[in-house]
């Protein structure tokens, strides 16, 4: 079966445009984290949801930054006028449900380059 | 604040040579504990988590909350180990904060 997808891979922004970034989460899975990965650094966690339900956005480094998942399946997060720092892998991962002992599954990432 | 720490940015050991990968974490709550795993190219991965006590590739890990360590152990490295190894804590009931990773390097 299909692991979770992230779409583009690779994102090349020139500072101040707008981009998007597409996750497709594992069919059925009920949770969907956003991490933001900076070079050298280990995952950072952006947001969290619940079904269609955003539970967390305290990791969210800015208002330019917003995520949505309407459905409860695909979710997409949002950066407005794309800055320097903002430059890193943005991860996506689910999981089949809430709670303990649950496995979170990752995709492969969309790696953006603000230029 | 919670936090992981992995003191090792770099690890480099010879093959069937033991190898430990520290981790130490911080966290008032009941700690709950995971190892991910990275190779070339691939995914971030599961490698394993304290709760089911498991060995998966002949990696273990035992969570002590005296010391709030949860370091990764294998006895015998092979060329294949060599990856990057993420240490992760889960905080409340769903996100992780992660190590900034140790890379592994089994030497031939």
């Known amino acids: 079966g299909a692991g979770v997808s992230q779409s583009p891979r690779y994102k090349v922004a020139k500072r101040g445009q707008d981009v998007a970034l597409r996750c497709d989460p594992i069919?059925?899975?009920?949770?969907l984290f956003w991490y933001q990965q900076a070079l050298g650094q280990g995952p950072e966690f952006l947001t969290y949801f619940q079904n269609e339900a955003q539970l967390d956005k305290s990791g969210l480094p800015s208002d330019r930054f917003f995520a949505e998942r309407p459905e409860g399946s695909v979710s997409t997060l949002k950066i407005q006028r794309t800055q320097q720092e903002d430059s890193a892998v943005y991860l996506c991962a689910s999981s089949f449900r809430t709670g303990g002992n649950t496995e979170a599954f990752f995709g492969q990432g969309t790696r953006l380059t603000v230029v | 604040a919670q936090r992981v720490t992995q003191p090792e940015k770099l690890l480099s050991v010879f093959k069937g040579a033991p190898v430990e990968l520290k981790c130490n974490y911080s966290?008032?709550?009941?700690?709950?504990l995971f190892w991910y795993v990275q190779y070339s190219r691939q995914r971030l991965q599961l490698l394993l988590r304290h709760i089911s006590r498991e060995s998966i590739k002949g990696f273990t890990a035992d969570l002590n909350k005296g010391e709030t360590s949860f370091h990764l152990k294998k006895p015998f490295a092979q060329e294949e180990d060599s990856a990057m190894y993420y240490c992760a804590l889960k905080v409340g009931s769903e996100k992780l904060v992660f190590g900034k990773g140790t890379k592994l390097t089994v030497n031939p």
């Open positions: 966290y008032s709550g009941s700690p709950e």
């Open positions: 069919s059925g899975h009920v949770s």
